[in-house]
């Protein structure tokens, strides 16, 4: 296990927070990684150090999940700003350090080893521009008036996962979206799971059974003129005097070529690469601020008695949860089987 130490800039006193871990996260970061059955302990220390007798107290370190919102608005020559704020977990330790007398410590080294058990299933960590999702450790060693407390606050970037480790026992639930398209075309389309690891390979089956008989179009050739993947992340903050809402285009996926064509129906399964943290948040739901996602596949189709101009769009929106993936040094997942395996097997 690595130890993951920040650099100070006093040379004649530090104070500093490390980090026991063998993952870095963005920025920099240590990082955990928190899965449904094995919630993560964080462990480290807090360490202080001094050439020479130093006027100071004692030492306190704080830990806190917290999760923020701000943005701010224009009414007329009015600017109003908006911050809310909700901590979903902390802890507190105290310090004793060696003092040579009342409010003076002694010259050397203090170093305090701490631990904190995450509660189940807490968000990961979100780096937004408005709302934002923080693991923080704070050491403040007190001084007396009028000098400043030293204080050192050290992040942490948590994967927190609700996929479920790998087991034989356990069957993958598909996400499913089923329909008829235009009174005419008969098509589903599947993923593996509604919930959906940051940063993998998602396997998107979409399929179409032949036109039916009744809709002026049997018999006919479907054609796939374009076609795009698209993944929305949408944000919502709150504060109890205003909201705000905004959307992004996490993902665009252009998929224009190799589509199959026929009168007898066919699939096709598109590998669609979802982007990883922290450009793509898990979805999180926090008061202050809740982000959720949706995974498009919009097309536009025609059949082959038709023109490119004829062409009408297609569009099949699924709501997907983005989870943390799990640790990364874990054996990944057995290759879940195609959409066509699983409906014969269903046969």
């Known amino acids: 296990m690595r130890l993951f130490r920040p650099k100070t800039k006093d040379e004649h006193r530090s104070l500093e927070v490390n980090i026991y871990t063998d993952y870095k996260g963005p920025f920099g970061l240590p990082a955990v990684y928190s899965t449904p059955e094995a919630p993560a302990t964080i462990r480290g220390y807090v360490e202080f150090d001094c050439f020479e007798d130093f006027t100071a107290g004692d030492l306190d370190l704080h830990f806190r999940v917290k999760s923020e919102a701000k943005w701010d608005r224009h009414y007329g020559e009015a600017h109003v700003v908006y911050h809310s704020k909700e901590v979903l977990q902390e802890e507190n330790f105290h310090y004793d350090l060696p003092h040579v007398k009342p409010g003076v410590v002694a010259a050397g080294r203090s170093k305090h080893e701490f631990e904190v058990q995450l509660q189940p299933l807490l968000p990961s960590s979100v780096k937004g521009s408005r709302g934002w999702l923080s693991y923080r450790f704070t050491a403040t060693l007190h001084r007396p008036f009028p000098r400043r407390d030293i204080v050192f606050k050290q992040d942490i970037w948590c994967f927190n996962t609700i996929q479920n ?95 199959p064509s026929g009168s007898h129906g066919w699939e096709r399964t598109i590998m669609v690469p979802i982007t990883p943290a922290p450009r793509l948040s898990a979805t999180t739901y926090t008061k202050p601020m809740r982000k959720t996602h949706k995974l498009k596949l919009i097309m536009k189709i025609r059949t082959n008695s038709q023109s490119d101009k004829e062409a009408k769009e297609f569009r099949v929106e699924m709501d997907v949860t983005m989870t943390a993936p799990r640790p990364p040094h874990e054996l990944p997942n057995e290759q879940l089987p195609k959409y066509s395996e699983l409906d014969d097997a269903d046969d």
């Not at 480790?165 to 069957?171: E, G, V």
């Not at 940051?198 to 089956?205: A, D």
């Not at 993947?229 to 809402?245: A, G, M, P, S």
């Open 165 to 259: 480790a790998a087991s034989p026992d356990r069957i993958p639930e598909q996400l499913m979206s089923t329909g008829v398209w235009e009174n005419c075309l008969p098509y589903s389309c599947c993923l593996p799971s509604e919930k959906v690891a940051l940063g993998s390979l998602v396997p998107m089956t979409i399929r179409f059974d032949p036109f039916l008989q009744e809709s002026g179009h049997f018999g006919q050739q479907l054609v796939v003129v374009s076609a795009v993947v698209k993944l929305k992340q949408y944000t919502y903050l709150w504060h109890k005097r205003d909201t705000y809402n905004e959307k992004k285009e996490a993902l665009t996926l252009d998929v224009d070529d190799e589509w």
